[in-house]
């Protein structure tokens, strides 16, 4: 079952610009994490935040969270053509054991 | 250099065939997994082991057997009974099923011919 749901499914700008992309999910959580992933590859671990956290930054990267809206957002600053990707939130539950389950996907496209 | 390493990268099977895609971790991961992706979709589970020679469904089991005989090693078994094997499967590592993150492969695509 997804638990995470990215909006937009597709988001494309030009670069130097801002890209925002949004999840939001259904039950408690006591982490999300953020996967890039190019076309045709693997997926790489960007960030983590943990549910009594609300802001983390990693490099041109912020991700919010807002447990009480059961959301997250992941902020890329001044994007570049390489950052154009798949991005997918990926939640892990409360119980211990629980594995993380990933959301569908925003397809970020930057443009040159 | 530690990773995770599936092989091949394609794949193609003939109808009414088992095929077994390999995935080996040198990271000292306890936990392992497989994914299924669809074009455009999201990841889906298929199976996942916590520990050596044990295993759980995921939630698209059927069609798909694995083993764990090896810390470093989850191959998984497409059989003949998946009726839509075509997809992009990704395996995963993790310290433990909670994360904190996932490592994953670079995939294999399998393609029924």
């Known amino acids: 079952s997804q638990q995470g749901e990215e909006d937009p499914q597709a988001l494309s700008i030009q670069e130097g610009e801002n890209a925002t992309m949004n999840c939001s999910y259904k039950?408690?959580?006591?982490?999300l994490q953020w996967y890039r992933q190019n076309s045709g590859r693997g997926l790489v671990h960007l960030i983590l935040?943990?549910?009594?956290?609300r802001e983390k930054h990693s490099g041109r990267l912020r991700v919010t969270l807002d447990t009480s809206k059961k959301s997250s957002s992941l902020l890329i600053t001044a994007s570049r053509a390489a950052d154009t990707a798949s991005y997918f939130c990926?939640?892990?539950?409360?119980?211990?054991?629980?594995?993380?389950?990933f959301g569908e996907g925003t397809q970020l496209t930057v443009n040159p | 250099d530690g990773g995770i390493t599936q092989s091949p990268k394609y794949l193609f099977r003939k109808e009414g065939q088992n095929v077994t895609l390999s995935c080996e971790q040198n990271l000292n991961h306890d936990a392992m997994y497989w994914y299924r992706q669809d074009p455009g979709q999201g990841l889906r589970l298929i199976y996942y082991s916590q520990i050596v020679n044990d295993f759980q469904k995921g939630d698209i089991a059927e069609g798909y057997s694995v083993s764990r005989e090896k810390k470093e090693s989850f191959p998984l078994t497409v059989t003949s009974a998946q009726k839509n094997p075509t997809a992009f499967y990704l395996c995963?590592?993790?310290?433990?099923?909670?994360?904190?993150?996932?490592?994953f492969g670079s995939g294999t695509r399998l393609t029924v011919v």
């Open positions: 039950t408690s959580i006591n982490n």
């Open positions: 990926a939640t892990g539950g409360e119980t211990s054991g629980s594995r993380l389950t």
């Open positions: 935040i943990r549910s009594n956290e």
């Open positions: 995963a590592s993790s310290i433990m099923v909670t994360g904190p993150g996932y490592t």
